[in-house]
């Protein structure tokens, strides 16, 4: 079953059985505050040897680097570097989209030096009405004619062969059948470019599909199969984000110095972890992204590690099998995942019916990394007790917000991520 359905599925599934995720599952899954576990977070600023990190120096040369490889390793696996003789094709330009206040681009970005395959499309959206380079966010899709009804967005060849169409119409996933989850027009209104990538060109999320996406291509000779911390999907679309990145930074009206990540779920959690390795990303903004994002694994409250990984076998290395049921013995947990970005802004946002994804357990990440910030110099402004609904933080580099409604990406989120975006990536 493909991105869209799923995606769609899966929010129907939650909408209705918010109060009773334990009894659906596979596995049980606690939904009851008052049966939380006691557990005790690794503290970022430890050393692993013993001793504390004490300057922002220290933590640059050694502790960063070390919790990245952990993350590597155990959690997303391994991706290859940039890819050298990578090279980008511009297959469509119009000034006019949006009722001329737009101009679309269209870029194909192929990976590899004198041939066109394997390659990925950009698609880019700049405010006509621009003096000089516009802020980004910059997104995976499940589809990047998905989310517009602007008849010049190519469709994918990889979305095709990832979902079969019935008919020439558009079939499962017409044209603009995620729009409500992507208020273009007042991107473009507020100043920012949006560029968006489908997450299929770079893997199609389906467990045998690993062939079908970029993964192979960097096998090693005679790699038959993964190794376990070998990168998997989550790693494979954050890579595609730092690829795009670096089609943005030739881009002529992009300011790829204020790109911020925005996805949702499955594609928050390939956002944050893609900002977590390339610093490039000026913000990361994680909308639901739950188990594997920016919810705490080691809080046994909604999504556990067993029952992502037996859903999503694809999505994470091998090596993350290791903690099916054994989240204390990890030895990251995600508000680490954050630290990462530090000092870099990061906004987290939850939703009530979505207790799956753990809207407390996200806010506890976010307020899990305030340490490392303040040791960046950057003084987060999150509350000291999980917030109400609605009342968003936005001015610290640590954001987060609790919405009624399920997991979606909704107009409120997005007027949230506009005000954080304005507050942090203006000049
Ligand atoms: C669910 C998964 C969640 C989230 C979601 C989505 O099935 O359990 O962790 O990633 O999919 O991406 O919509």
């Known amino acids: 079953m493909k991105g869209v359905l799923l995606g769609l599925l899966c929010a129907m599934q939650l909408a209705s059985t918010a109060p009773l995720l334990a009894q659906a599952r596979r596995f049980p899954i606690n939904d009851d505050e008052s049966r939380v576990t006691p557990y005790t977070l690794p503290d970022p600023l430890a050393r692993s040897g013993g001793g504390r990190i004490t300057t922002a120096d220290e933590w640059r040369r050694e502790r960063r680097p070390e919790l990245l490889a952990l993350f590597e390793r155990e959690i997303y696996g391994r991706s290859p570097p940039r890819p050298e003789g990578m090279w980008f094709e511009t297959t469509s330009l119009d000034t ?7 101009t679309r681009k269209q870029v194909r970005v192929h990976f590899l030096a004198g041939r066109s395959e394997p390659y990925m499309d950009v698609l880019l959206y700049v405010p006509n009405a621009r003096r000089g380079k516009v802020p980004a966010f910059l997104a995976l899709t499940y589809g990047n004619h998905t989310i517009t009804a602007d008849t010049g967005v190519a469709i994918s060849p990889h979305f095709l062969r990832d979902n079969p169409l019935p008919d020439s119409a558009g079939g499962r996933a017409p044209r603009g059948a995620q729009a409500s989850r992507w208020v273009i027009d007042t991107i473009i209104a507020r100043g920012y470019a949006l560029a968006a990538v489908y997450l299929g060109d770079l893997d199609p999320d389906s467990k045998n599909g690993v062939a079908d996406g970029i993964r192979p291509w960097y096998m090693a000779r005679g790699q038959r199969e993964l190794r376990p911390d070998d990168w998997a999907a989550l790693a494979s679309w954050g890579w595609g984000l730092s690829r795009a990145l670096d089609y943005l930074e030739r881009d002529p009206d992009v300011d790829a110095k204020r790109v911020a990540l925005v996805g949702h779920s499955r594609t928050g959690k390939a956002s944050l972890w893609a900002g977590a390795r390339d610093p490039r990303f000026a913000m990361i903004i994680a909308n639901e992204s739950g188990m594997g994002g920016a919810k705490l694994s080691r809080r046994n409250y ?26 204390r013995e990890l030895p990251v947990d995600q508000h680490e995942l954050i630290a990462l970005i530090a000092p870099r802004p990061v906004y987290v946002a939850a939703a009530m019916e979505d207790q799956w994804a753990d809207p407390r357990g996200m806010f506890l990440a976010a307020k899990g990394a305030e340490s490392v910030y303040r040791l960046l110099g950057a003084r987060s402004t999150l509350p000291d007790s999980m917030p109400g609904v609605h009342q968003p933080t936005l001015d610290g580099p640590l954001g987060f917000h609790l919405r009624t409604g399920v997991h979606d990406v909704t107009e409120y ?15």
Do not use: S
């Open 96 to 102: 006019r989209a949006y009722g001329g206040r737009a």
């Open 302 to 327: 909604g999504q556990t590690v067993i029952d992502i990984n037996d859903a999503f076998p694809y999505w994470f290395a091998r090596n993350f099998r290791k903690y099916d049921d054994r989240e």
């Open 413 to 427: 989120d997005w007027t949230q991520f506009l005000a954080f975006a304005d507050r942090h990536l203006r000049r």
